[in-house]
């Protein structure tokens, strides 16, 4: 199944900064998390479905952002929440 939502975006500035500084949420409430995730819409990190708050889906649920990817370290994939589809990013 192909996903439009990956269509004609743009690299967020300062995105990088974002996501070495961990979860944006979790730093503020001094929680935890496993691995994280950037809103390619607009590059808020949140973290992922297997950590205690699950920030990144609770972003999408907040803002419809509707496609992520994981800035783990070796990974190169990317999520869409509306179709519910995974695709290589690179």
């Known amino acids: 199944m192909a996903c439009h939502h990956f269509e004609g975006l743009k690299k967020v500035p300062g995105a990088a900064a ?24 607009c590059g ?14 609770a972003h999408f649920h907040e803002t419809k952002h509707p496609v ?3 800035v783990e370290p070796g990974e ?3 999520y869409c929440y509306v179709d519910n589809v ?3 990013l690179e």
């Open 68 to 70: 992520m990817r994981s």
């Open 18 to 41: 974002s996501y070495a500084k961990g979860c944006e949420e979790c730093v503020k409430i001094g929680g935890t998390w496993v691995h994280l995730r950037e809103c390619l819409n």
């Open 76 to 78: 190169s994939w990317g």
């Open 44 to 57: 808020h990190v949140g973290c992922c479905d297997s950590s205690p708050h699950r920030h990144a889906t």
């Open 86 to 88: 995974m695709v290589d």
